[in-house]
């Protein structure tokens, strides 16, 4: 060992000064660096880990409230086709009913001219009735006023005929 300090030529005494300044100054740092570095480190490696938890945690709610909108919007489109429907069978409905409602307003107008008509016909006919017994009345009291024979007789027969 004497040649080892020889050749690199080590004093003991100032290796072992060294090597307890070395120890001192390690002792410091570790106590006043090295430690609140490693608490700091640890901590950020808390941090990070729990943010990645709640990463984590966020995508599964994110892709859950996913499946949630997706059933709710699948929901709502059945719903809607059903309203739709419905509200198509009730215009159907709908239709058919003024449909027969105008048929029936249709029939009770041409049931009503239909009386209409036969009462201006049987008023008409009546008219006439009364203009014919009239005339007739008025040929009446001509011929009664001429004396007739028996060809005027056979005359007023043709042309009443005619």
């Known amino acids: ?3 080892l300090i020889s050749i690199f030529h080590l004093d003991l005494k100032l290796f072992i000064a060294q090597l307890v300044n070395f120890a001192i100054v390690f002792g410091l740092l570790y106590y006043f660096a090295f430690k609140p570095l490693v608490k700091i ?3 950020r490696s808390e941090k990070i880990d729990k943010s990645l938890k709640n990463a984590d945690e966020i995508e599964k ?3 859950l409230t996913t499946k949630e909108r997706e059933a709710v919007i699948v929901a709502a489109k059945k719903q809607a086709n059903l309203i739709i429907e419905e509200a ?4 159907e409905k709908k239709r ?3 449909l027969i409602q105008a048929k029936e307003d249709i ?3 041409i049931n009503d001219e239909k009386a209409k008509l036969l009462r201006e ?3 008409t006919l009546k008219e006439i009735k009364k203009e014919v017994a009239d005339l007739v009345i008025l040929t009446v009291e001509k011929l009664l006023a001429e004396k007739m024979d028996s060809q005027q007789d056979q005359k007023l027969i043709k042309t009443l005929i005619k």
């Open 1 to 3: 060992m004497d040649s």
């Open 41 to 43: 480190m640890a901590e």
């Open 88 to 91: 198509n069978k009730n215009g």
């Open 96 to 98: 058919q009913q003024l």
């Open 107 to 109: 029939g009770q107008v």
């Open 121 to 123: 016909k049987s008023e």
């Open 61 to 63: 709610r994110l892709a």
